[in-house]
Nanobody, 115 residues
Framework: QVQLVESGGGLVQAGGSLRLSCAASGTILRPNVMGWYRQAPGKQRELVAAITIGGSTNYADSVKGRFTISRDNAWNTVYLQMNSLKPEDTAVYYC?????????WGQGIQVTVSS
């Protein structure tokens, strides 16, 4: 089993920054993909950013140039640096890890951006 725990969320003013972290514990296997999703009230969960085992990254158009995904060398922790935050970035952010096509999810962490 893999457990994912997010941290670093909170309340920030528009234009501010936050850094989310997601630490994995339990049976640590090398993932195929690590990423962040978010879900705003009344909306579907959407991909924010992802990083593959090969190091390729993918971002939602709405966050390109503002958010950066990275991970530690042991693939235990994935980060999401969020700059120039906007009120529309307000959502619950979920950490995701794909291992052999199985998706593991964190419990989610609230990010609120005030205008």
């Amino acid at each position: 089993q893999v457990q994912l725990v997010e941290s670093g969320g909170g309340l920030v003013q528009a234009g501010g920054s936050l850094r989310l972290s997601c630490a994995a514990s339990g049976t640590i296997l090398r993932p195929n993909v690590m990423g962040w999703y978010r879900q705003a009230p009344g909306k579907q969960r959407e991909l924010v950013a992802a990083i593959t085992i090969g190091g390729s990254t993918n971002y939602a158009d709405s966050v390109k140039g503002r958010f950066t995904i990275s991970r530690d060398n042991a693939w235990n922790t994935v980060y999401l640096q969020m700059n120039s935050l906007k009120p529309e970035d307000t959502a619950v952010y979920y950490c995701n890890r794909v291992i052999s096509n199985y998706h593991y999810w964190g419990q989610g962490i609230q990010v609120t951006v005030s205008s």
